[in-house]
Structures are given as C-alpha cells and as structure tokens.
C-alpha cells in the first residue's frame, strides 16, 4: 500500500509518513492493521440501516432536535447494537446496527411516529439496508414499498 501520510512496517501503522517523523516513531503506534486472513464470521445477523436525509431550508436545527428525540426513544430497544447521527453540511446520516432482522424491524415500528415527523422536516435522500441474506429477506416484505438498497453480507471480520 502506498499512501503518502501512511507508512506500514510489518503489520503496524505509522503516521506522518515523512522520514524524520517516521524515524522518531518506530515504536508500533496503537493502531494495528488486521492480519490478513483474519478470523471472520459468516454467521453474523447483524443489520445495519443508513438512512440519509436532506432538512428542508430552515429546518436542520428542528431536525437536530428531532435527533436527540429519535435516540431517546431508541435507548432502551434491547436489540439496538449502535444508534447516532451524524451531519455533513446540510445532510444528515443515522448510523444504526440491529442484533438481526427482527430487532431492525422492531426498532422502525418504535420511531415510526418519529419518522412521520421526521418526513414533513426532510426528505429522505437514500435509504440502505445492509446484512446476510436470510436477515435481509426478513425485510424485504414488510419493507417492499420503501425506495431502498440492500446490501447482501459477503465477507467481513467479527470480533
């Protein structure tokens, strides 16, 4: 790999990349790159939703708010792995993980109302589903008339 700010040596990052600072780091910096052939999983169920939306103009501070209502609400699902947002310019992205299909099910119909809220606030740009197979055909039904993309598992590290 050749990126000028990274430098590898056996396994182990170094930044910045420039002789001198490469020199004074020669101790392993904390990051480690994952070995190839890493263990990795094919039994995970884990599904991931990225929902992207744009706030109409004047509305990204009623949407921020909005936000705060949508992870409160999402708290105390059992099934929730990670649930935030995040914002770039006038965008904002949910990044959120369910334990399986079911669990990711379960969550939509918790903010459902939130969503109809968020809706008249933004337009949602583009809506991913992303996991294995048998947990995104769970989905696919009870969603069919969602606008969305979904991402079949192919290979990945679990640890």
Same mark, same amino acid.
């Given at each position: 790999?050749?990126?000028?700010?990274?430098?590898?040596?056996?396994?182990?990052?170094?930044?910045?990349? %420039?002789?001198?600072?490469?020199?004074?780091?020669?101790?392993?910096?904390?990051?480690?790159?994952?070995?190839?052939?890493?263990?990795?999983?094919?039994?995970?169920?884990?599904?991931?939703?990225?929902?992207?939306?744009?706030?109409?103009?004047?509305?990204?501070?009623?949407?921020?708010?909005?936000?705060?209502?949508?992870?409160?609400?999402?708290?105390?699902?059992?099934?929730?792995?990670?649930?935030?947002?995040?914002?770039?310019?006038?965008?904002?992205?949910?990044?959120?993980a369910?334990?399986?299909?079911e669990?990711?099910?379960?969550?939509?119909?918790?903010?459902?109302?939130?969503?109809?809220?968020?809706?008249?606030?933004?337009?949602?740009?583009?809506?991913?589903?992303?996991?294995?197979?048998?947990?995104? %055909?769970?989905?696919?039904?009870?969603?069919?008339?969602?606008?969305?993309?979904?991402?079949?598992?192919?290979?990945?590290i679990?640890?």
């Amino acid at each position: 790999m050749d990126v000028p700010w990274l430098r590898i040596r056996n396994g182990t990052a170094f930044f910045p990349a %420039d002789p001198e600072s490469v020199r004074l780091l020669e101790r392993p910096h904390p990051f480690k790159l994952p070995q190839r052939n890493s263990p990795m999983s094919s039994t995970s169920k884990l599904v991931s939703i990225h929902p992207y939306f744009r706030p109409h103009p004047g509305n990204l501070d009623a949407f921020k708010a909005l936000a705060h209502r949508f992870v409160e609400q999402t708290s105390s699902e059992p099934g929730a792995v990670y649930y935030e947002f995040t914002i770039n310019g006038g965008d904002v992205f949910c990044r959120e993980a369910y334990v399986n299909g079911e669990a990711a099910l379960a969550h939509l119909d918790n903010v459902a109302a939130l969503l109809a809220e968020a809706l008249t606030l933004a337009e949602l740009v583009r809506l991913e589903f992303h996991g294995p197979a048998s947990e995104l %055909d769970k989905l696919r039904g009870p969603l069919s008339a969602l606008n969305a993309h979904w991402f079949v598992w192919e290979c990945g590290i679990n640890r």
